[in-house]
């Protein structure tokens, strides 16, 4: 049984408080700030942009993971940052294919300098799926394409940042489905260019043990991902991660510089804007 001690209890209460209160306006609320958050594009749907950047806003986010070129005109007029945007490779088709590591590079040579002109900090890539291929050869692959990749991203200044996802639930198959498997591709690329996305719910899912593994690893991450396990949704009490807790190992390890990059929300909301509302202020440690 967990055991509440009185600021978690305090954070609770208010969070509850908060919950039925409209976003009304683009003023954020007050908040502590130790935590950089931010939300993926799709969390509330299909909500047009301008909507979309004034509601998360109003909720006190400051930026926006997983979104496209056309929606960042939108996304800087308003005072938001495009957090996570496109590098190269896709989920199934990622970076370990050895036959298209030129398409690799291709797609690195348009992303990195776009997302460098908007001022945006960091690119996603994705490892792929295994088909048929041990991970140590994947992971082989994976670091010949970034190498050349981290060249192009330090004439930028930015992070190309690999996502741990599980393959036991969501994405059968994926390579880069473990902290340690990810920490030693970090090692051979060998550059402050290239970190690890650290998903909380896809590693809870794998691994567990979360606080320990953020701890020992934080060189080697650059970003994070929020949701509820079981059921990649609400941040509440109907799921097993007990978020003040983890939030509080990362604003520690921000204060000690260990750490510079932003966690992003990125689940299913059972109630929308007021999902993602309860889930800002829980984090907000």
Known sequence: MIKLNRRDML??????????????????????????????????????????????????????DLVGQADWPAIKDHGLSATMVPGAGTIKDGINNKAKQGQWLDEFRSNIPAASKFGWKRVIVMAGDREGLSDADGMENCAAVLKEAVKIAADHNVTICMELLNSKVNHPGYMCDKTAWG??????????????????????????????TITENIEFIDHFHTAGNPGRRD??????????????????????GKFNGYVAHEFTPKNGTDSLRQAVRLCDV
């Open 11 to 64: 954070c609770l209460l208010g969070m509850a408080a908060t919950t039925k209160i409209g976003a009304q306006s683009e003023e954020p609320p007050k908040l502590k700030g130790r935590i950089k958050q931010c939300c993926t594009r799709g969390i509330l749907g299909k909500m047009p942009i301008v909507d979309f950047c004034r509601t998360i806003k109003s909720l006190g986010i400051v930026g926006i």
């Open 183 to 212: 920490v030693e591709l970090c090692k051979r690329v060998s550059s402050p260019y290239f970190k690890l996305l650290y998903d909380i719910y896809h590693m809870q899912i794998m691994e567990g043990d979360i606080i320990r």
């Open 235 to 256: 941040l509440d009490e109907d799921q097993e991660l007990f978020y003040p807790a983890i939030m509080r190992t990362i604003a520690k390890l921000t204060e000690q």
